[in-house]
């Protein structure tokens, strides 16, 4: 497919009724600037952060007092605050609508189906905001979850934050270490697990963990067992001071909801590093920014809002999560999903979007690209006609993952590629609805994001390979991080690069059509001959190859230098012999660059990910120097670790 085009541009009447383009009007009208696209647009929002996230407060109706002063101390990162004046509570803007329509449609695999309207979610969310006011859970205490991502896991994190209380949640896939590695750290006072939940047509019981985690954490005043097997009431019967939460809820009548409004800044989340080189980091987020960052971006960015049916793949462990429930804040309906998007075979999430009518579908690079490779072409078998928005994140989405979703899913649909982060709980650079898209581009920097790419002697390239960093701060900066009293844990993650500006740590470039490609982690970068050289470089050209499943590759110390070492999966039934060793290092050389081919190529059976479904390069890396990994409850699948350990090839 050619390049020298755009692969999609946005019909003129599409443009004229976005959301962004009202917005830019009242940009114009307020700031008194000729602001007439997305460039002009952006510039205004950072060169002018008071008058840009005012106008986002009024213009995506954000509920609560602002009060009057908008940003304070804006040229410190960290240590500025924006609305601190402002008193707002989270759950309040998320329950704004009522009736009969749906809030929450639920699938579970092909085992469970429900539908949630907007009144059954403020009735739930009622009788078990007073479960939690009977339990003593006050502004600041900590609610931990355990669970799939069902209506109950939503209306449980907004009776906790309509208190104040303060939200953290995993998958039920998760470990025993790695739950309490997590909560033990933030000791909750709540804890919430679901009897079980589905993966591959297969159930998977886990109240013998969920006992197990209760027990370990003593702050846990109250443990509550959500009904998804129907064995929540034999799973609570075996768990120190645990309840189903239909016997815990049943002596409540729904009535009116009540809503705790605080300052602005007041801790809404705890969001969890990866932890595959150490225990997890606990990141704080505020009500306030992450409120306002979702709202932006998913309002302007997105278009998202009244009658959007709202879809991302995600899991509860990871911040997609997060962002995908502050769809309701906009008045969308939540479409989620729960178990393997391959059960029983890849169509089942197009098949969602059919029968539901989704409009924004919202998934990641790595499910693309296994569509792409198991020969499904959507295109052909599914409507899809009510899509009007594919969005991609989790890793970089090659050109080749850009050029299928158009021949293979859908031809007139915009792809938004966006990138950000569990730090920030929001985006760097996203999707833009009135710019083309371009194979392998992330459209462009999200409104009031100072992002630019900076060389290692902290000088901004305007082409060229380098850190992505955030020069001016933003809303949805965490509050802290959790024991960390002196914030050290906290300037050392984003801050100790480059003083007072945030480096993010991606390895990234600006394109000539004003996007960004992101190259992967900076940490993961390697350095064969002092060249510094992203591994998403690599992966787009080697699993565009039908042998090979998915890649991983490090650097590896050798001869006082660093040799790239790619570990390849390949395909059922096809073998690593030197002709195909030969045809990846020429397509390596020819798509990338010589300097780019790896020292050595060999065949695993398994590549280690983490719960989000990342691979872990740097867990890897250790493993190949014979470090040991020091949190392996934070991978799906540990035991692919093994088969790095010691290996002949990687000796000589």
């Known amino acids: 497919m050619s390049h020298t085009a755009p692969l999609w541009s946005p019909a003129p009447e599409a443009v004229a009724r976005a959301p962004i383009t009202a917005f830019m009007k009242q940009a114009s009208e307020r700031s008194g600037r000729r602001i007439e696209d997305y460039e002009a647009l952006h510039a205004w929002s950072v060169d002018d952060r008071e008058g840009f996230w005012t106008l986002v407060w009024d213009f995506c109706g954000v509920v609560g007092e602002r009060g009057q002063r908008v940003l304070l101390n804006g040229d410190r990162m960290p240590g500025a605050a924006f609305f601190p004046d402002a008193r707002i509570n989270f759950a309040e803007n998320f329950l704004q609508k009522s009736g009969s329509s749906d809030a929450i449609v639920f699938r579970s695999e092909d085992k469970v189906e429900r539908r949630m309207s907007w009144d059954e979610l403020r009735a739930l969310v009622s009788r078990m905001q007073q479960l939690l006011l009977e339990q003593g859970v006050k502004a600041g205490d900590r609610v931990a979850a355990m669970m799939p991502n069902m209506p109950e896991t939503v209306a449980a994190m907004l009776a906790a934050t309509s208190i104040g209380a303060i939200w953290s949640s995993c998958s039920p896939d998760f470990g025993e270490q790695g739950v309490l590695d997590r909560f033990g750290q933030i000791e ?23 006992a197990r985690v209760v027990e370990k954490l003593p702050s846990v005043r109250k443990a509550l067992i959500v009904d998804l097997l129907g064995a929540a009431k034999e799973v609570a019967a075996n768990v120190s001071r645990a309840e189903a939460l239909e016997e815990a809820i049943a002596p409540y009548e729904a009535t009116e909801l009540s809503f705790e409004r605080l300052p602005f800044s007041h801790p809404v989340y705890i969001l969890f590093s990866s932890g595959t080189t150490g225990i997890p980091k606990c990141i704080v987020h505020s009500a306030g920014g992450t409120l306002i960052q979702h709202l932006k971006e998913q309002q302007l960015h997105a278009g998202i809002g009244e009658g959007d049916r709202f879809f991302y793949f995600t899991t509860c462990g990871w911040m997609m999560w997060n962002w995908l429930v ?35 579908f919202g998934t990641s690079a790595k499910f693309i690209d296994a569509v792409r490779k198991s020969g499904l072409e959507p295109i052909r078998t599914h409507d899809l006609a009510s899509v009007r928005l594919i969005s991609s994140t989790g890793s970089p989405l090659s050109p080749e993952g850009f050029d299928f979703v158009y021949s293979g899913i859908k031809k007139d649909v915009h792809l938004a590629s966006i990138s950000g982060g569990t730090d920030i709980a929001a985006c760097f650079v996203l999707g833009v609805p009135t710019r083309p898209v371009w194979s392998g581009e992330i459209q462009g920097a999200g409104l009031g994001m100072a992002v630019d790419v900076w060389d290692d002697d902290g000088k901004p390239l305007a082409c060229g390979k380098g850190e992505l960093v955030c020069t001016r701060a933003f809303p949805s900066m965490p509050v802290m991080f959790w024991n960390d009293p002196d914030g050290a844990k906290y300037h050392s993650a984003y801050f100790e690069r480059f003083d007072n500006v945030w480096c993010h740590g991606d390895f990234a470039e600006r394109t000539e059509h004003d996007g960004f490609v992101i190259h992967g982690r900076s940490d993961a970068t390697l350095n064969p001959g002092g060249v510094r050289i992203g591994t998403a470089e690599i992966y787009n050209q080697v699993e565009q190859m039908d042998e090979v499943v998915e890649a991983i590759c490090i650097g590896q110390d050798w001869d006082d230098d660093v040799r790239v070492v790619l570990f390849v999966r390949l395909a059922p039934g096809v073998k690593l012999g030197e002709d195909l060793i030969k045809r990846i290092k020429t397509k390596i050389r020819t798509g990338a660059s010589p300097r780019h081919v790896p020292a050595k190529v060999i065949a695993v059976n398994d590549i280690p990910r983490t719960k989000s479904g990342k691979i872990t390069e740097l867990a890897v890396r ?11 409850e934070a991978l799906a699948n540990p035991e692919a670790l093994d088969l790095f350990a010691g290996l002949d090839e990687l000796e000589n």
């Not at 009897?195 to 886990?206: H, L, M, S, T």
């Not at 999903?337 to 539901?356: K, L, M, Q, R, T």
């Not at 250790?622 to 392996?632: F, P, Y």
């Open 188 to 210: 909750p006072v709540i804890f919430i697990a679901a009897d079980g939940y589905w993966y591959a047509g297969k159930r998977i019981e886990v109240g013998e963990k969920v």
């Open 622 to 632: 250790d493993v190949v120097h014979g470090r040991s990994v020091k949190n392996k």
């Open 326 to 360: 502050s769809g309701l804040a906009s008045g969308a309906t939540l479409l989620l999903y729960d178990g393997s998007p391959f059960h029983p075979d890849g169509n089942v999430i197009f098949d969602y979007a059919d029968a539901e009518k989704m409009t924004y």
